[in-house]
Nanobody, 119 residues
Framework: QAQLAESGGGLVQPGGSLRLSCAAS????????MGWYRQAPGNERELVAS???????NYVDSVKGRFTISRDNNKNTVFLQMNSLKPEDTAVYYC?????????????WGQGTQVTVSS
């Protein structure tokens, strides 16, 4: 089994910044796409940003220019730098990763970290 452990959530004022981290551990041969999702109360989970093993990134329109996804392949870690935060960014943020352990890729999820943007 592999595990994903998130950190970095919290309470921040509008216009502030947070940096989320998600580290994969366990028996890992390789990791393909990694991403960040979020889910606000009453809403469906949405993909916020993703990054391939080669570094190609993708963002939902609402965060373009404000959020940056990156990864450290040596540490099996993905990051989400969130700037100019807005109250509508408030949600539980989850990371996911497609991890190859025994010859096949499987999607894993983190436990989620709360991000609250409020004055």
């Amino acid at each position: 089994q592999a595990q994903l452990a998130e950190s970095g959530g919290g309470l921040v004022q509008p216009g502030g910044s947070l940096r989320l981290s998600c580290a994969a551990s366990g028996r890992i041969i390789s990791i393909d796409r990694m991403g960040w999702y979020r889910q606000a109360p009453g809403n469906e989970r949405e993909l916020v940003a993703s990054i391939t093993a080669g570094g190609t990134t993708n963002y939902v329109d609402s965060v373009k220019g404000r959020f940056t996804i990156s990864r450290d392949n040596n540490k099996n870690t993905v990051f989400l730098q969130m700037n100019s935060l807005k109250p509508e960014d408030t949600a539980v943020y989850y990371c996911d990763a497609y991890i190859n352990q025994y010859g096949g890729f499987r999607q894993y999820w983190g436990q989620g970290t709360q991000v609250t943007v409020s004055s």
